[in-house]
């Protein structure tokens, strides 16, 4: 059985940039600068104005996106530091053993950048493009277009356009876009097909336009690829995508529960006994000796919290090192949250449930999808409308307020639509609801 290598997985090649590759050891690896490249990068930056669950900004304070990502490269440089020690105690003998010290800096970087492709309005804004081409008045343009060039358009996924952000030449950038390593670049391609795979669920890794940029990628790091019989891209996951996969799930299942909490949606009454479900008597009642020295309710629950993840990142390692040879063969399935002990695993599917019971329906989070929903397709139709038909004046006017990197100007159908996709995706909440008001005559100020 083919198997993937360690030696091969972790490499430090900058995309774009290759012919500058230079191995030699600095005080700051590779992984380590693509991490502070995406700290001061714009897109990164904007994740600030972009909505997790609830809506922003508001009086008590609850995750951003930004806020997210970089919890997330929290609790992923954890637990990859935990498989590290596992794997550096199970590979001692190989020369190549010292890459693995680099696993943490991987998951960090490939954690921060995780969700910069996502659109505003949260996981909404992807749903309410994919519905425009599917159900709205996109469907007009299905005929002069390709059947992956559609399939792209109506499973629109922010997994797969993060790594068209990172990877893309757009106008005037340099060669590679964001030049991230390949480990980092593979890392957080969580769906390693193309769209046309997508299937009921509606995910997958790459644009058509990006497809021949992640097979390069793939090959290098020596991903297996999964042989579709009519020649369609499938590779089995870079292993260290399970481990960012995990931080991400950890990270937003618990800390949305948490703002739930501070916002009154759920209770201290609810929230405590479901948190506690995850440890056995005696480390519950170590905590709650803890707890009983603390009187804020908001405080309790940030120590569970806290609990929480240390047990989770810790089961989640050993799940990984338990069936690594799984993962580096390609035949491991599901995510390592289905894999840990019973105890942790039954409570986070608890903590799942409530969820979607009680916090993603909840009246300020359907308000947002739905104002998300009709902001994004008026902006798409309005843009498109634009790139289509570039002479009319308003078209003009509109382009004008378009960033010149965008590449409106595409022989292309297509490209022309992905220019119009980049600009929204990287809009913020606010940006996107200012230009929705002003195009739509609602903030128009004239003065007498």
Known sequence: MKRMSWDRLINDKRFGLEHYHDPKRESRSDFQRDFDR????????????????????????VHNRLTHSMEVACVGRSLAAEVAVA???????????????????????????HDLGNPPFGHSGEKAISTYFSEGEGQALRAELTESQWADLVNFE??????????????????????????????????????????????FGFFTSERDDFIKVAEELGMLRVNEPDGRVRYSRHPLVYIVEA???????????????????LSTEEVIPLFLSYFDEARRSHIERVMAGVDDPNEKIAYLRSCIIGALVNRCAEAFIGHEEEIMCGTFRGSLLDHISTLE??????????????????????????????????LIHELVKAVREPELNYSRLL??????????????LYGKIQAVLDHISGMTDVYALDLYRRLSGMSL???N
């Open 445 to 447: 100020k004239i003065n």
């Open 399 to 412: 382009l004008a307020k378009v960033p010149q990197q965008y590449e409106t100007d595409s022989p292309q």
């Open 38 to 61: 995406l700290v001061f990068s714009s897109p990164f930056r904007r994740l600030q104005n972009k909505t997790q669950v609830f809506p922003l900004p508001g009086s008590i304070f």
């Open 87 to 113: 794997l550096r105690g199970r590979y001692s003998s190989e020369p190549w053993v010292g890459k693995l010290d680099s696993i943490g800096e991987i998951v960090a970087a490939a954690c921060l950048a």
């Open 247 to 265: 931080a991400d799930d950890i990270c937003y299942e618990i800390m949305d529960i948490e703002d739930a909490h501070k916002l009154k949606i």
């Open 158 to 203: 922010g997994n797969a356009n993060a790594f068209r952000l990172l990877t893309h030449r757009f106008n005037g950038r340099r060669p590679g876009g964001f030049a991230m390593t390949y480990s980092t670049l593979a890392s957080i391609v969580k769906y390693p097909f193309e769209s046309s795979l997508a299937g009921s669920h509606g995910k």
């Open 345 to 378: 695993r039954e409570s986070f599917r608890r903590c799942e449930a409530l969820s979607w019971k009680k916090i993603y329906c909840a009246g300020d989070v359907v308000d947002i999808e739905l104002a998300g929903t009709r902001i994004i397709s008026f």
